[in-house]
């Protein structure tokens, strides 16, 4: 199980936290491979903690799908299928496009300057091949308009959808520049929707940045 040892760890975290953190991110850039085993004292010795944590954060990931635990036996990266790109995409575009209708009626000043700060970090993470700053740049833009829909249900259940998406999504942005910046053209659209208060148009064009992924990216896998 390669694991390598220039990663960056977060700070101000607990093991726990810093460990589901670097694991998860490991799972999603295809460092830790689907299917691929996963040992307790290598990952403890890579991340310099004890298992005790490791082992709970594997239960963490575990509950969110990412892993594969057999008790007894071994703990596994949970393999992806490629259909289930149709079935997470268009729910995660749903909600996503009710958060934009809503949003877009009462959003302020400050939240549309910050949709527009993350769109240009979003774009020149792309164009600086950085396809993991940008899928988090491209998460906080959405999320950003997630919150300011005031809608709970929308915002838990896209959360739990994103988890999923993200180890596609990874892929999906490690593609040339001229694919992966629609996305930040559809971005624009979307605040251009807000800032004239079009509900119809907003959830129209962020409708359009999901199911347009998901078609390129169901033919790329």
């Known amino acids: 199980m390669p694991i390598p040892s220039n990663f960056s760890t977060p700070i101000r975290m607990t093991a726990k936290e810093r ?32 298992r005790t944590p490791i082992r709970e954060a594997l ?7 990412l892993v594969e635990m057999h008790p007894g036996k071994d703990t596994r990266v949970r393999t992806i299928e490629k259909d289930d790109i149709l079935k997470m ?3 995660l575009a749903a909600l996503h496009a009710l958060a934009a209708e809503l949003t877009a009626s009462h959003i302020v ?20 091949g950085q ?12 999320n950003l308009i997630v919150e300011a829909s005031d ?8 959360s739990s959808l ?9 892929v999906f942005l490690k593609q040339p520049v001229t694919a992966a910046y629609a996305s930040v053209q559809e971005h624009t ?3 251009e929707a807000m800032e004239q208060r079009n509900p119809e148009a907003a959830s129209a064009m962020m409708k359009q940045n999901l199911l347009r992924p998901m078609r390129e990216l169901y033919a790329l896998i």
């Open 19 to 50: 460990t589901l953190s670097q694991i998860q991110r490991w799972i999603i850039d295809g460092t830790l491979q689907p299917g691929e085993k996963l040992l307790d004292a290598d990952l403890a010795e890579a991340l310099g903690v004890s």
């Open 59 to 65: 239960q963490l990931l575990e509950v969110q799908g």
């Open 89 to 91: 995409y268009p729910t």
């Open 109 to 128: 000043p400050e939240q549309m300057e910050q949709l527009k700060k993350l769109n240009l970090q979003f774009s020149e993470a792309i164009a600086n």
């Open 131 to 142: 396809p993991y700053q940008a899928m988090e740049f491209d998460e906080q833009f959405h």
């Open 151 to 158: 809608n709970l249900y929308i915002s838990s259940f896209s």
């Open 162 to 170: 994103q988890i999923h998406i993200r180890r596609f999504k990874y």
């Open 189 to 191: 659209a979307i605040i």
